[in-house]
Structure formats: structure tokens, C-alpha cells
């Protein structure tokens, strides 16, 4: 491979961890890649990504299904982020989180609000998902570190 050309790892729907500002340490999925920069107000590399501000809590088989569903509230966020200030993962996020950010919600809070709203939506169906299966259980459990 030539110098010019790397490999674009930091794509739609890879985990990463966030390490500086209020969410450090907090998992998120990169929802959309600005590689290059966008425009004069951020001319550096950085990513639209959503994440779990509040972890679900552990769930067990003798739980009523009241308590699973109180339990298994997700309090997510949307956030732009430089590059330098996230760690990828080898773990990526089947869920369709695209159609549900738009690239207005980094800058008007009331398209923020609302993608918050639809995101926690998605991510509490992909955890249930999860605890029937397995899958992705590793983006909703809290990082212990």
C-alpha cells in the first residue's frame, strides 16, 4: 500500500470509545465519517456518533417482565467528536442508526432532541434483541476500567 492511500477502518456503524469530554469512557457507534473535515468550523477529521450515556441495568430470569422493561431503559446521546479523541474497537453495531441522525443534529438541539428520542427507541429494541440472543451485548454493558 502507498503512502498516499490508508485503509478507512472508522466506518458507518463501528464501535468506538469515547476518551476525552463529559462521555469519556462511554461506547458509541459512528453514525457518519467526516474523513476530510467539513467546512471552515471544523477543518479536522471527525465523526457523527451515538451513544449509551446510561447502561442498562443486569436483568435475570426470575425478573417479572415490569422490571426487565425498567431495567432495560438505554439513555443515549448524539455528539460530533475528533478523531483524536476516540478509540476504535473490533466490535460494529448492525443497527440502522443512519436514517434516524440527520447531520443537522450536531448543531440545532431541537433535531438533537428528536434524534435522541428515536435513537433511544431503536437502541432499547436492538437491546432486547440482545438479551434474547447475545448479540451486541458487549456495546450495551458498561465499560469497567
Known sequence: MDAGKKSKFLKQGK???????RYAGRK??????????????RPYGHCLVVGIDRYPLKVTKS?????????????PFVKV??????MPTRYTLDADLKSMVTPDA?????????????CKRVLEAKYAQALRSGKSKWFFSKLRF
Open 15 to 21: 464501535i468506538v470509545i469515547l476518551l476525552h469530554g
Open 28 to 41: 458509541a457507534a459512528i453514525v457518519k465519517n467526516f474523513d476530510e473535515g467539513s467546512g471552515s468550523n
Open 63 to 75: 425478573m417479572g417482565v415490569k422490571k426487565v422493561a425498567r431495567r432495560s431503559k438505554v439513555k
Open 81 to 86: 467528536v475528533n478523531y483524536n479523541h476516540i
Open 106 to 118: 450536531a448543531t440545532n438541539p431541537t433535531a438533537r432532541k428528536s434524534s435522541v428520542k428515536r
